[in-house]
């Protein structure tokens, strides 16, 4: 893998750590290091990365909320968590919503480049399953299956945000917003947006991960 990859982090100490790994993987690659995933996706509109390692948890970003952005902007560039957690609720999730790998942090760089190499080779590279942490998993599908505009209205709504607040902000009308919320609701099986917004709340892998351990 010689493309560019981006290493979105917002510790400069574990974002050399990546580095090291990307770079005793592939020797030749690119590495472009940035510290939130605006500047990611900034990075992303401007090469081709074949590779973007992504935290959780930074300045501008919370949750698996960027992942499924990313999946869904970039489909073609694969994403690799790395993250602080190591609940089986957090990767199971991320996998579930097509990431192509989780790294822990407290990996070591010789677990760090076998994932890399795993990915690299079209593989995906995930924690030993250990049975835990299945139940409730298919919300990460309904959420996954949501389009842009029905996620950005699901956004509207976790601000509270009325009908006609949500048409405004997106230079739409009413009639079209309360499409888009029935076919939201379809696909998420609420029956209104109390319900929706708690369900989009399972992207906060914090609250995620303990409400599917127990």
């Known amino acids: 893998m010689t493309a560019p990859v981006?290493?979105?982090?917002?510790?400069?100490l574990f974002r050399g750590a990546l580095r090291q790994a990307v770079e005793g993987t592939w020797p030749d690659a690119e590495v472009i290091e940035v510290a939130t995933?605006?500047?990611?996706?900034?990075?992303?509109d401007e090469v081709a990365a074949q590779l973007l390692l992504l935290d959780i948890h930074m300045a501008d970003s919370r949750g698996l909320s960027a992942l499924l952005d990313f999946r869904q902007d970039f489909p073609?560039?694969?994403v690799a968590i790395v993250s602080a957690s190591e609940s089986a609720a957090v990767w199971k999730a991320a996998m579930q919503l097509g990431a192509s790998g989780f790294i822990p942090k407290s990996a070591d760089l010789s677990a760090m480049k076998d994932a890399l190499a795993a990915i690299g080779a079209g593989d995906v590279s995930f924690p030993d399953d250990d049975g835990a942490a299945d139940a409730d998993l298919e919300i990460y599908d309904k959420l996954a299956s949501l389009t842009p505009a029905q996620r950005r209205i699901l956004?509207?709504?976790n601000q509270g945000l009325l009908n006609k607040q949500i048409a405004f902000e997106m230079d739409i009308t009413e009639a079209t917003v309360k499409a888009h919320l029935t076919a939201l609701f379809r696909k998420l099986g609420a029956v209104n947006r109390t319900q929706a917004v708690l369900i989009a709340g399972k992207l906060d892998v914090d609250e995620a991960a303990t409400d599917l351990a127990r």
């Open 6 to 12: 981006i290493i979105a982090d917002d510790h400069p």
């Open 37 to 44: 995933a605006g500047a990611a996706r900034e990075a992303a």
């Open 76 to 78: 073609a560039m694969p």
């Open 155 to 157: 956004g509207y709504l």
